[in-house]
């Protein structure tokens, strides 16, 4: 069983993450859409989790299918504390699973996890004899396409012949295994005295009508098979009947299955297989790069040769597998919002407070790559909000609001980037407030603090250690995660920005590209260092004379469009000598506040398609540079994020402007 562990934990993964979506939902629209939903999961999770011996896992797996199928029958009518139990059963599996996941077996209870089991036992009415256990949802297969055959006649004084039919969800990836296992175990209960398909045709995944058909004589129950073969993974349908010997007919082979209806289409592929995949695809951009410089000119005439001609083709069809590979990382966002129900549900509650939340651009794609990076700090935001955004009932009524709150988590696409929103209509974020607890904790001076705008002293909440909640509590308090949401976003060359307004909410908003495969850089130099900026970053490039620099509140403008921008300069980042006494290229980005801003360097040397990889420990923690990628030749060259640059500049403390 343990080729089949990784398809188990992925599989398990799934299902447990719906049941819990399910029982969130059904706590707040209870209905028998999601109780039917809950039942299938939790029954496919018992057979996987039976086929593989995880009997932890199914035990608890089948009392919460008991749980649900009383709620169903309506013996039961399910409660908050039923609702509670069941998430943390949830909880209980996902931490089993990953036990299955790293040792490869499930033999004992968790710390807790036997009282918990008590705990659901004892919310579960007993099933009402064998029947009880059938699913509610199975109805017998279609009889299989006749052959025939000589009937069957039980042994005289013999045990009854019983028929029965299982069929293997069509989207299993080893039908052959599960039907096998079906026979397995029936063997073990009784003599098996026909099956169809042939035991060889099992083997060879070849299944009759999706499943597989067995006479049995057999002293066992039908409630006892039943329990026998739910423990199997992927047996959605169990048919259970007395043989009619007299006129029976049973077919003899099943016929070859052909794929129908698109399956077989897609396929589970491994993510590290795919960063591999991309790593590759980016060497083979490189070596296009790296083989068109060693090009010999054009002829005497002018025209290319058939050497460019050749890598022309050759870069063309790169490029075409880039996009395949970026394609195939492709993710929608909705598998990140999905998990958030259950957080605001249970964060709200540890508050106390009544919190509706709203989800919209679940479609919007991301790189996987990219999902898996923000998975923590966009949870944060999300626990962020519950917690420290949204007022009390009392005070919410007292300003004419409704007492439950409302959040909405937005996902848009804005051309090669993705906007995600997290907006609240709580209390709103006291700027004020933000300055004097950044001033008291020696994090900015009282001058510093007077020249910057609002949407400037907002962004010092992302300051490590910077809190302005007086209580630490187990959900917030503790001056950690806003600093690590905005290096998140930078690292993967994006930007956090902050807005809000007292008494009306907070809005906090990520810029995210849509993938950190190839990418097209410019490449700028400052001295004899080159660095690389993302294009898809940069607003405009201009020359700016040198006594275009003015002062304004203090810091250093240069002009842009019809104002003035704050400008900064990369040699100044770097610790380098004062600037040269001539006209320098100024590149234009955006802030986290979403205003351009300048930063001046040396000169520009052109652009690159590249691989960005992400920085390995120390030079992850080193503000400013978000990756590195390879120049054609193989040197490495530093991805820096300019905004992040400009942020920690000091040049209006260190030289007092220039």
Not at 502 to 518: D, Q, S, Y
Not at 577 to 592: A, G
């Amino acid at each position: 069983m343990s080729r089949y562990l990784d398809l188990f934990v992925q599989e398990a993964g799934e299902h447990l993450e719906a049941m819990g979506r399910g029982l969130v939902e059904l706590e707040k629209s209870p209905g028998p859409e999601h109780l039917d939903a809950i039942f299938r999961h939790a029954h496919s999770l018992k057979g996987m989790a039976g086929s593989m011996g995880f009997i932890p896992i199914t035990e608890l797996a089948h009392r919460l299918e008991d749980l649900m199928a009383a709620a169903r029958s309506g013996a039961l009518e399910l409660g908050a504390e039923h609702i509670d139990v069941a998430l943390e059963v949830t909880d209980l599996l996902v931490g089993l699973v990953g036990t299955a996941a790293e040792t490869g077996s499930v033999d004992t209870w968790p710390a807790g996890g036997e009282a918990l089991f008590k705990r659901l036992e004892e919310l579960t009415p007993e099933p009402d004899g064998e029947s009880a256990l059938l699913p509610a949802a199975a109805t017998a297969l279609p009889a299989p396409a006749p052959a025939p055959q000589a009937p069957l006649q039980a042994k005289e004084g013999g045990a009854p012949l019983l028929r029965v039919r299982a069929t293997i969800d069509p989207e299993s990836k080893v039908p052959g295994v599960r039907a096998f296992l079906v026979h397995k175990r029936l063997s073990e209960h009784g003599e098996v005295l026909r099956c169809a398909p042939s035991l060889e045709e099992i083997k060879a995944g070849r299944l009759l009508d999706g499943g597989v058909s067995i006479v049995l004589q057999t002293e066992a129950g039908v409630g006892t098979l039943d329990r026998v073969l739910s423990n199997i993974a992927e047996v959605e349908e169990i048919s259970i009947e007395l043989y009619e010997a007299e006129g029976e007919r049973e077919p003899s082979s099943a016929p070859k299955l052909e794929p129908a209806g698109g399956r077989g289409n897609t396929i589970r592929v491994r993510t590290d297989l795919l960063d591999e995949l991309m790593d590759s695809a980016g060497e083979l951009l490189l070596g296009v790069h790296h083989l068109r410089s060693l090009l010999p000119d054009d002829d005497l005439e002018g025209a290319p040769g058939p050497m460019h001609d050749a890598v022309d083709r050759l870069d063309k069809v790169v490029r075409e597998v880039n996009r395949q590979v970026v394609q195939a990382r492709m993710t929608p966002i909705g598998v990140l919002f999905d998990r958030l129900p259950r957080t605001v549900r249970d964060v709200a509650r540890k508050v106390g407070k009544p919190v509706e939340l709203k989800l919209e651009g679940s479609e919007i794609e991301l790189d996987r790559a990219i999902l898996d990076e923000i998975d923590a700090p966009l949870t944060h935001l999300v626990r962020n909000a519950v917690d420290h955004g949204f007022e009390a009932a009392e005070q919410r009524n007292a300003r004419g609001k409704p007492s439950t709150g409302q959040l909405v988590v937005s996902a848009q696409r804005d051309r090669d980037r993705v906007i995600i929103s997290v907006r609240d209509d709580g209390g709103g974020i006291d700027s004020a407030r933000i300055g004097e607890k950044a001033v008291a904790t020696g994090k900015i001076s009282e001058l510093e603090l007077d020249q910057l705008t609002e949407r400037e002293v907002l962004m010092l909440a992302a300051l490590p250690g910077l809190s302005t909640k007086e209580e630490v509590s187990e959900v917030s308090g503790r001056g950690v995660g806003l600093d690590v949401v905005r290096d998140t976003a930078e690292g993967l060359g994006g930007t956090m920005e902050i807005d809000s307004v007292v008494g009306e909410g907070t809005t906090f908003t990520l810029r995210l590209p849509l993938t950190v495969a190839i990418q097209r850089l410019l490449l700028v130099a400052s001295e004899a260092q080159t660095f690389a900026v993302p294009v898809n970053k940069v607003l405009h490039v201009e020359q700016v004379e040198p006594e275009s620099w003015s002062q304004a509140h203090g810091q250093p403008v240069v002009p842009f469009q019809d104002g003035l921008i704050h400008a900064y300069d990369l040699r100044d980042w770097l610790g380098q000598r004062e600037p040269p006494d001539l006209p320098r290229p100024h590149v234009i980005v955006e802030n986290e506040a979403g205003e351009p801003i300048s930063i001046a360097v040396d000169r520009l040397k052109g652009h690159l398609e590249a691989l960005i990889k992400p920085l390995e420990a120390p030079l992850q923690r080193v503000s400013g540079l978000s990756g590195v990628a390879f120049l054609p030749e193989g040197r490495p060259v530093f991805v820096i994020d300019l905004a992040s640059v400009a942020r920690t500049s000091e040049h209006w403390t260190r030289r007092g402007g220039y």
